[in-house]
């Protein structure tokens, strides 16, 4: 049976890069995209749903699938604003769990950060460890937390520093070795690629994956 996948920031690095494998994958009839503005020049298959994100019940009845990749994140230079940036890394991600669980969506995968704690007092790093918990708590069947390093790849934006701190971790890396290797830059396609593999196996148990596990499992499947 063929079936349907909702992905949550398909505009964005690693959103855009599961969308266009899900595109190609013909396991899946159905796409359905949440968000602010529409992608144009999609395929048939592509559903889109244009609305307030941050309200994101008003979907309810749409938010129907067999898995969900929720790709929801901001910057500190893009939102400023504290309360702001915790309802988009925190109450996005949480409001999507939610909904997968009234709506009987066993899979639901959503990408983190690195360093995410929710004890962290680093303002980043709690918001994105609350944001895993408050998933967890819904105790849906095959979750999947994505623990990204930098990420890697063609983006839409330009990000200055983050440009910089790539060049500088490239140099870098052959440095890292052992625990190291979760620091190594990973590429977008590499996590959207692993984030299918994990939603195809799946597991009756919640996991939280590191970047270099991320990198493994899009290597050796």
């Given at each position: 049976m063929?079936?349907?996948?909702?992905?949550?920031?398909?505009?964005?690095l690693t959103g855009n890069s599961i969308l266009q494998k899900?595109?190609?994958d013909e396991r899946y009839e159905s796409?359905?995209?949440?968000?602010?503005?529409?992608?144009?020049?999609?395929?048939?298959k592509?559903?889109?749903?244009?609305?307030?994100?941050?309200?994101?019940?008003q979907f309810k009845d749409d938010f129907t699938a067999d898995e969900v990749y929720c790709c929801i994140g901001t910057t500190a230079k893009k939102t400023p604003d504290k309360t702001l940036y915790k309802k988009i890394d925190f109450g996005i991600p949480v409001a999507a769990a939610k909904l997968a669980k009234e709506n009987n969506i066993s899979t639901f995968l959503v990408i983190s950060a690195m360093g995410a704690d929710k004890n962290s007092s680093v303002f980043y790093n709690k918001t994105k460890g609350e944001m895993e918990q408050g998933v967890l708590h819904?105790?849906?069947?095959?979750?999947?937390?994505?623990?990204?390093?930098?990420?890697?790849?063609?983006?839409?934006?330009?990000?200055?520093?983050?440009k910089i701190g790539l060049v500088v971790f490239k140099i870098i890396?052959?440095?890292f070795i052992g625990k190291l290797k979760n620091y190594?830059?990973?590429?977008?396609?590499?996590?959207?690629?692993?984030m299918i593999i994990l939603a195809?196996?799946?597991?009756s148990t919640e996991v939280i994956i590191t970047s270099n596990d991320i990198k493994q499992i899009s290597i050796n499947n």
């Open positions: 063929k079936k349907t996948a909702i992905i949550l920031g398909a505009t964005g899900l595109i190609e796409i359905k995209l949440f968000s602010r503005s529409k992608i144009e020049g999609l395929p048939k592509v559903h889109q749903f244009i609305g307030d994100v941050l309200k994101l019940e819904q105790d849906i069947k095959n979750t999947f937390i994505l623990r990204p390093s930098l990420i890697d790849g063609e983006r839409k934006e330009q990000r200055f520093l983050e890396q052959p440095l190594k830059i990973i590429n977008a396609k590499s996590i959207a690629k692993a195809n196996k799946k597991s």
